[in-house]
């Protein structure tokens, strides 16, 4: 390994890539906080979780209530 020698331009080449990929990166990130930060955003997050906290009372009910029906 001692021996290997890199391109001249490898380490400015891999930086642009490097650079490129965080811009791609944080520019999604934005668009994503902006949509959760919005009112539609909000109502979606909100309805989903509603979805979810129905669900986990529906599986709470069914644990007391199949031991009793299986009696």
Not at 38 to 51: D, E, K, Q, T
């Amino acid at each position: 390994m001692s021996d290997f020698e890199p391109s001249g331009n490898f380490v400015p080449r891999v930086m642009n890539d490097i650079r490129a990929y965080e811009a791609d990166a944080g520019s999604r990130s934005e668009c994503m906080r902006a949509f959760i930060l919005s009112r539609p955003g909000i109502s979606i997050l909100s309805a989903v979780g509603i979805v979810f906290g129905l669900l986990n009372i529906v599986r709470i009910a069914m644990i007391l209530v199949s031991p009793a029906s299986c009696l």
